[in-house]
């Protein structure tokens, strides 16, 4: 199932090596000798979670029939204009940061709020219906970072 959500990512404009970048920027001033494809390899191995795969399907699939406008009103007009206190994208992208314990959770707030790289492309993508798919991508970024932070911890106190 993870080819398939990566597809998926593909097919809403979101690239593995999009992702990359952020997550070097996060967690380069903690992890001295981090690398790209260590980032890389982190965002894989999130995405390798089913309760994972399964938030951005889910996301994904609501953001699509909006796009469609396949979805009831007052919904549809919400998902469409990214209302911002529709709070329901943001409460699925948390259940992932959550998986990696309280860090996910503070670094999808850090990621959602400033909007770095590929975030911010998502989210101000116009013709789009990006409602769940920022902060979907700000939730991977931000679970692969707390996976690193605690692996990085758990090297280092073995």
Do not use: W
Request: with cysteine.
């Amino acid at each position: 199932m993870k080819e398939q959500v990566i597809i998926k990512l593909q097919q809403r404009g979101v690239k593995i090596d999009d992702l990359v970048p952020v997550l070097y920027e996060l967690q380069s001033p903690y992890l001295p000798n981090l690398t790209y494809e260590k980032c890389k390899d982190n965002i894989l191995a999130v995405l390798n979670k089913r309760d994972i795969q399964h938030a951005i399907l889910t996301g994904i699939a609501l953001d699509e029939l909006a796009e469609k406008g396949l979805l009831e009103e007052p919904l549809l007009s919400i998902l469409r204009n990214d209302d911002s206190l529709y709070g329901i994208d943001e409460i699925l992208a948390l259940g992932i940061g959550t998986l990696y314990g309280t860090i996910g959770s503070t670094n999808f707030g850090y990621l959602d709020k400033g909007k770095p790289g590929i975030i911010k492309k998502l989210d101000t993508n116009s013709g789009k219906v990006n409602t769940f798919l920022d902060d979907l991508v700000c939730a991977i970024i931000a679970a692969a970072a707390s996976r690193m932070a605690h692996r990085h911890r758990d090297s280092n106190n073995g």
